[in-house]
T-cell receptor, first 113, second 118 residues
Framework: KQEVTQIPAALSVPEGENLVLNCSFTDSAIYNLQWFRQDPGKGLTSLLLIQSSQREQTSGRLNASLDKSSGRSTLYIAASQPGDSATYLCAAPPPGRGYALNFGKGTSLLVTP | NAGVTQTPKFQVLKTGQSMTLQCAQDMNHNSMYWYRQDPGMGLRLIYYSASEGTTDKGEVPNGYNVSRLNKREFSLRLESAAPSQTSVYFC?????????????????FGPGTRLTVT
């Protein structure tokens, strides 16, 4: 199984700050890693998918990086806004199998006005 | 284009009752998944279907059965509900179930079913 860990579990920042969310995984032979956003009581929204051959992906104010050798991924959020408040989850498929995903427990982000 | 839809949104069952959770996707995806989300446990895979006509167990399959009815639909059945099955259930789909073999592996999730078993 791919063990996925996210630190910190919760984070509160004032609006406008740049911030970094961390994700670590135990098996470096991953095919890809996916970042999701989950709003309270809602489903998961895919933010970014990084293939194993890529080092980073960008979408608007979001940038995700992948370092397989160190077993780490980071999600960088630029110029945070109150609307960014949500739980952010990272997930990777188990080694050698590829299907489905093992999830971290998430980082709960609060951006205060 | 509705993406992944799930019914019902909420359900309360008594211990021992049965029910089926429905999931459908309109993205022509080959692979579909059922996860459950519990506080402090994160999301865990119950069953998946890599392609139409195939299903396989995930991490926590006990007490559940699944049916891949066709390419669009993947249902999850609780034959005899137990309080331990109180959870939020998510269905997801992706173009390809085997990462690294081409195609898009990005997973898309439905809004979830909140199930309480008393």
């Amino acid at each position: 199984k791919q063990e996925v860990t996210q630190i910190p579990a919760a984070l509160s920042v004032p609006e406008g700050e740049n911030l970094v969310l961390n994700c670590s995984f135990t098996d470096s032979a991953i095919y890809n890693l996916q970042w999701f956003r989950q709003d309270p009581g809602k489903g998961l929204t895919s933010l970014l998918l990084i293939q194993s051959s890529q080092r980073e992906q960008t979408s608007g104010r979001l940038n995700a990086s992948l370092d397989k050798s160190s077993g780490r991924s980071t999600l960088y959020i630029a110029a945070s806004q109150p609307g960014d408040s949500a739980t952010y989850l990272c997930a990777a498929p188990p080694p050698g199998r590829g299907y489905a995903l093992n999830f971290g427990k998430g980082t709960s982000l609060l951006v205060t006005p | 284009n509705a993406g992944v839809t799930q019914t019902p949104k909420f359900q309360v069952l008594k211990t021992g009752q049965s029910m089926t959770l429905q999931c459908a996707q309109d993205m022509n995806h080959n692979s579909m998944y059922w996860y459950r989300q519990d506080p402090g446990m994160g999301l865990r895979l119950i069953y998946y279907s890599a392609s139409e006509g195939t299903t396989d167990k995930g991490e926590v399959p006990n007490g559940y059965n699944v049916s891949r009815l066709n390419k669009r639909e993947f249902s999850l059945r609780l034959e005899s509900a137990a309080p331990s099955q109180t959870s939020v259930y998510f269905c997801a789909s992706s173009e390809s179930g085997l990462a690294g073999l081409g195609g898009s592996y990005e997973q898309y999730f439905g809004p979830g079913t909140r199930l309480t078993v008393t």
